[in-house]
């Protein structure tokens, strides 16, 4: 029979002796690392399922510190705790089905159009939000596509991106921290081997030389009576916990070829922010960088969104809440049985992006070298270039610019331009095939890492503190203002998701091609993209709004009543600043309305005609605005820039 966790067992461990665990003594790397197995079509089917998983097969914790007090008391991990995860109907009941998270999607890029049916055969009302893609707005998987339980969401989509690292996870709105937490994410590759001239020359064997990282933090609560674990600990604020994993375990191990090989991290957390990097040495609960310790050298080749310009070397690298990194690790270096770890060095993290307490720099998981591992087109060496690198073409089109407000707790809302997130208001009406620039400012103390759905963007300023490698683990702050193309490592790249430190201010640029919404005041609310911070926990407590991506400027005359009746009505000029004329032979009397990109009525009046009228807007205020005529059946709808 399937244990379930609901709310009168959680009410239920309200009334036992339990506490979260604080810390973890961490003994020994015995936990097979998974790596979750790889859908690449032509069937594309998900279901969503309550799971019961094990965190910890082997043992691999056996000691939790009370930080209040100092107490120690031995307990045991290694039991199942309540969960989600995805699964191909077809592989729940035989080997290599989940029971944390999702399988990876690997994709080719195609001009035709894919069906992902996905069924939710859980509890609970969810969505699946498509990380990183550029696709049509209904089929994102915002909190507008909400899959209630028992039913079959078709999300269908050409992969049009870039070769790059994406997710899919959840995004339902107030509830994508709790749900995530508990696994409901997977990661997807988008690839294109026959296009693609670094296809061949990199790492790209799944599983073996081409690996997925899922790298998370969690916490659990503990019954103190057994000494068991009893579930995640998850909820509005679950808190980023102090247990570190990689794809669904702690204290993992991964043999790997004495070759190049592919390292795709992700960035699972709901709120922490890593530094990672690979040493020989196993640190652990160490205060401060030693110069004694050797950083193995990881070289970038994609940021979120695809291919940077040249192998990029780091020591160690910031990964934000949501973003993806692929770097390539030569194992070769390495003697067949020699273990390199996984490190996480939490002292030196910047304070800003320090939301977590009681962690401790740490080995998260250990890569043995293993020369019976020999992938079936090994790479030795990498190429010294990749792929050129400039700014998307064309003018801006708007410039607009948002800002981070708020301090969190003590019941403050973390807030976008001071207002929260609501369903049913669009923050930005977007025009298909432009370019725009978008300045974020940072005015808290906390940095955020910036996320948008869509599009991929490429940083053209930062004014404020960037952390940049030291070489030893840590960073040294740099305040400054750094352009293009004199950025940092750090800022280089397509990306999607950026941490942005407090008080620092971000501008970029973003193409927002293809797949825009029929402008329909009727249905506009429910194609909304989302903009958001990709801390789960300050997404949900309202740092997000939501932009549509319409079409290009047409006049449209339609009948409501579906008769085929042919009239014509143009608006000039467009753009325009304190009046407009209108031409054409739609001649009826009826109403002029001007709304705002909300949908907010800014003006009415009744008119006996319109062609031939000079009609005044200099009283409007400036900006993208809608204007509507409605004559009996005929509608006329056209958006108006005012300068």
């Keep these: 029979m399937k244990t379930r966790f609901t709310f009168l067992s959680f009410l239920c461990l309200t009334l036992m002796c339990f506490w979260t665990a604080d810390l973890q003594a961490q003994k020994k790397f015995t936990n097979t690392v998974p790596v979750p197995y790889a859908i690449s079509g032509p069937d594309w089917r998900l279901d969503i399922i309550d799971t019961l998983h094990n965190f910890d097969p082997n043992g691999a914790i056996d000691t939790v510190i009370d930080q209040t007090n100092g107490q120690t008391f031995t307990f045991n991990l290694n039991a199942p705790v309540q969960a989600y995860a995805y699964n191909n109907p077809d592989s729940t009941n035989v080997p290599g ?340 620039r978008w300045i974020i400012n940072n005015t808290t103390a906390n940095a955020h890492p910036w996320h948008i759905h869509k599009v991929q963007f490429q940083v053209l300023e930062y004014a404020g503190e960037i952390a940049v490698p030291d070489g030893r683990g840590g960073y040294t702050d740099e305040p400054g203002v750094y352009t293009y193309p004199n950025l940092p490592d750090e800022l280089f790249g397509w990306k999607d998701v950026q941490l942005i430190r407090g008080g620092a201010e971000m501008t970029y640029v973003a193409r927002f091609d293809s797949f825009p919404s029929p402008y329909n005041m009727d249905s506009l609310f429910t194609q909304g993209f989302m903009y958001h911070c990709h801390i789960l926990t300050h997404e949900d407590n309202s740092m997000m709004h939501q932009f549509v991506v319409v079409d290009s400027l047409v006049t449209s005359v339609t009948n409501t009543n579906n008769v085929d009746e042919q009239k014509t009505l143009t608006l000039s000029p467009n753009p325009a600043s304190s009046s407009i004329n209108f031409k054409g032979d739609f001649t009826e009397a009826g109403v002029l309305r001007f709304y705002d990109i909300n949908g907010k009525l800014l003006d009415e009046r009744d008119m006996h005609s319109l062609p031939g009228l000079n009609v005044p807007t200099g009283h409007l205020p400036r900006g993208m605005i809608i204007v509507e005529y409605v004559s009996g059946n005929l509608r006329f709808v056209e958006r108006l820039v005012l300068q």
């Design 97 to 436: 089905a989940l029971t944390y998270a999702g399988p990876t999607f690997i994709v080719n890029r195609t001009n035709d159009w894919i069906d992902f049916p996905i069924t939710n055969r859980s509890e609970v009302l969810t969505t699946v939000h498509w990380h990183a893609l550029n696709l049509p707005a209904e089929s994102d998987g915002g909190p507008h596509q909400r899959i209630s339980e028992g039913d079959t969401w078709h999300s269908i989509f050409p992969v049009i991106d870039e070769v790059q690292t994406a997710w899919y996870h959840s995004h339902l709105m107030d509830f994508t921290t709790d749900q995530v937490t508990r696994g409901m994410a997977g990661m997807m590759y988008v690839q294109d081997p026959n296009n693609d001239p670094l296809y061949a020359q990199l790492p790209h064997n799944y599983g073996v030389n081409d690996i997925p990282l899922n790298i998370q933090a969690k916490n659990f609560i503990f019954d103190t009576l057994t000494n068991t674990v009893m579930s995640i600990k998850a909820g509005e604020k679950p808190g980023p916990g102090s247990f570190g994993m990689v794809n669904g375990v702690i204290g993992g191990v991964m043999h790997v070829p004495p070759s190049m090989v592919k390292l795709r991290m992700l960035n699972g957390s709901t709120i922490k922010v890593f530094n990672i990097g690979l040493t020989k040495e196993l640190l652990y609960d160490h205060t401060t960088s030693s110069d004694s310790v050797h950083f193995e050298t990881m070289y970038l080749v994609a940021t979120g969104g695809g291919y940077v310009d040249y192998p990029r070397p780091f020591t160690n690298n910031l990964l934000s809440p949501g973003d993806r990194r692929e770097f390539i690790v030569d194992f070769s270096q390495y003697n067949s049985g020699d273990t390199i770890y996984l490190t996480h060095f939490d002292n030196t993290l910047p304070s800003d992006a320090k939301y977590t307490k009681n962690w401790y720099s740490s080995a998260m998981m250990a890569f043995v070298v293993d020369g019976n591992i020999q992938p079936p087109n090994p790479i030795t060496s990498i190429p010294a270039t990749l792929k050129p690198y400039d700014i998307a073409p064309g003018p801006v089109f708007k410039t607009r610019v948002k800002n981070l407000l708020g301090s969190g707790g003590s019941g403050n809302q973390w807030t976008i331009d001071g207002t929260p997130m609501i369903m049913n208001v669009i923050n930005d009406t977007v025009l298909v095939n432009t370019k725009e």
